[in-house]
């Protein structure tokens, strides 16, 4: 029977079948090549003599897959259980591979084995083939179900900003599964099967489509009873005297903010060190203590009334919150439809 395919779905065979067909051509093997991967026969030897560049043939797909599963796990043992081969097989492959290119890809150590540079830079573009080519067919032939978009962010992005709007784009993509994961660190992300990363820092990650999502300032906030419990705000030093909850990793910016503003406080006692900004408010709208807070994570604590701000001033911070994609996912219909919604969302005005 047919199949029922709506114009969403379509425009997504569409791409998934031209993403097919250019991977199709990266890895495919003509005759002479089969007959060859029996005997294989390293490049540079197959080019001796010759003054002009010799093109060199795509490698058996066995070979890349073990290849590929080997790089991830740096190991030859892990790759050949996940490929259901023995460790052998998988040296052997890998062995063809690298008699095919010319080139050692690993180092053989004691224990285990490692890449070498070369391995390193080519590991990156066949993980991104096979990880595309798995997007590609799931996309294709798991028409009927939901696609999934994979999500990560900051714990406090994700809690505090992200999370509390997606019932929006649910509304407008009901269609679109989303799986949203954390992290304390968001800049430490570099995972293939992430389709969306939300990432704290300059905006300078190689190989990665990348949109400015905040223009990021911080406030200094605490719950206002323990403002009051002191003598109201207009006595701040008297307040962050009594202790201050900074951020691991932020600790500077609160010389930075007295500086800044000519307040004169530099750096004030520490009652608390938290490791994101959601604990720190979590800590602080309990009723004690004074934090130094994103004003972007600040907000909903400020409108319900259960933090003040203590001061007016903004300080201007360095870092920003970035989308960032593998270059080339815009060709998915579901991950560009929610990296346009989250700039839409989210990022600044111009």
Same mark, same amino acid.
């Given at each position: 029977?047919?199949v ?6 379509r ?5 998934? =079948?031209a ?13 002479d090549l089969r007959?060859?991967?029996?005997r294989?026969v390293?490049h540079?030897?197959a080019c ?5 560049r010799?093109p ?5 797909v066995?070979?890349?897959?073990a290849?590929?599963a ?9 790759a050949a259980a996940? =490929?259901?081969l023995t460790?052998?097989?998988v040296?052997q492959q890998?062995?063809l591979?690298?008699q095919?290119?010319g080139?050692?890809?690993?180092r053989?150590?004691?224990?285990g084995?490692?890449l070498?540079?070369v ?6 573009p066949?993980?991104k083939?096979?990880?595309?080519m798995q ?9 009927r179900s ?5 999500v990560r962010?900051?714990?406090?992005y994700?809690?505090l ?5 997606l019932k ?5 993509h ?9 992290a304390v660190w968001?800049d430490?992300? %570099?995972?293939e099967?992430?389709d969306l990363?939300?990432r704290?820092?300059?905006?300078h990650?190689?190989d990665? %489509?990348?949109?400015q999502l905040s223009q990021?300032?911080?406030?200094l906030v605490?719950h206002p %009873? ?9 006595k701040i ?9 900074p951020?691991?990793?932020s600790e500077?910016e609160?010389?930075r903010y007295?500086?800044?503003?000519? =307040?004169?406080?530099?750096t ?6 938290a ?5 720190a ?7 004690f ?5 994103h ?6 604590? =400020?409108?319900?009334g259960?933090l003040?701000?203590l001061?007016?001033?903004?300080l201007p ?5 970035f ?7 815009? %060709?998915y219909?579901?991950v560009?439809a929610l990296?346009?919604?989250i700039i839409e969302?989210?990022?600044?005005a111009t």
């Amino acid at each position: 029977m047919p199949v029922d395919v709506t114009a969403k779905q379509r425009a997504f065979q569409t791409t998934a =079948l031209a993403a097919l067909g250019r991977f199709r051509l990266r890895l495919a093997r003509n005759d002479d090549l089969r007959r060859r991967a029996l005997r294989p026969v390293s490049h540079h030897t197959a080019c001796a003599g010759q003054t002009h560049r010799c093109p060199i043939r795509i490698p058996h797909v066995t070979w890349l897959r073990a290849f590929e599963a080997a790089a991830r796990h740096s190991s030859f043992s892990d790759a050949a259980a996940e =490929l259901f081969l023995t460790p052998a097989a998988v040296s052997q492959q890998i062995r063809l591979l690298e008699q095919h290119l010319g080139v050692q890809l690993f180092r053989r150590l004691p224990r285990g084995v490692a890449l070498t540079d070369v391995g390193q830079a080519y590991a990156l573009p066949i993980r991104k083939s096979f990880s595309e080519m798995q997007d590609a067919t799931e996309g294709l032939f798991t028409i009927r179900s939901k696609r999934k978009v994979r999500v990560r962010a900051s714990i406090s992005y994700a809690t505090l900003i992200l999370a509390p709007r997606l019932k929006d784009f649910h509304d407008l993509h009901p269609e679109i599964e989303i799986e949203l994961s954390t992290a304390v660190w968001s800049d430490r992300m %570099d995972d293939e099967t992430i389709d969306l990363d939300i990432r704290y820092g300059t905006g300078h990650w190689e190989d990665r %489509d990348i949109w400015q999502l905040s223009q990021e300032f911080a406030l200094l906030v605490c719950h206002p %009873d323990h403002a009051h419990r002191f003598g109201g705000k207009d006595k701040i030093h008297d307040i962050l005297a009594a202790g201050t909850v900074p951020i691991l990793g932020s600790e500077v910016e609160w010389a930075r903010y007295s500086d800044h503003f000519d =307040l004169s406080f530099g750096t004030p006692p520490i009652w608390l060190k938290a490791d994101s900004s959601l604990v720190a408010l979590q800590t602080i709208s309990a009723g004690f203590g004074t934090a130094l807070i994103h004003e972007s994570f600040a907000r909903p604590f =400020l409108e319900r009334g259960s933090l003040v701000s203590l001061l007016s001033h903004r300080l201007p911070i360095k870092q920003s919150y970035f989308l960032v994609a593998r270059e080339g996912f815009g %060709d998915y219909h579901d991950v560009d439809a929610l990296r346009k919604w989250i700039i839409e969302t989210t990022a600044p005005a111009t």
